[in-house]
């Protein structure tokens, strides 16, 4: 079995991680800004205080790239 494959296929998404950054730029913002508000000060971001926008961001970037593969 070849690791080749393996980079191949990860060179590959991250060519298109630009573009369905594009595409999901709404959810993407949406999820800076819960990640910064929730970061003022010297605070960390904590698990599951962005879950929500996490989560829209998610299903469009999988949205997004299922239509690209067609």
Not at 16 to 37: H, I, M, N, W
């Amino acid at each position: 079995m070849s690791g080749t494959n393996v980079w191949t296929r990860s060179r590959e998404r991250m060519r298109r991680f630009p573009d369905l950054l594009a595409q999901c730029s709404t959810e993407a913002a949406a999820y800076g800004k819960c990640v910064v508000a929730t970061t003022t000060g010297k605070q960390e971001l904590k698990k599951d205080l962005c879950a929500k926008e996490f989560e829209a961001l998610k299903a469009c970037f999988v949205s997004a790239a299922k239509r690209g593969m067609k």
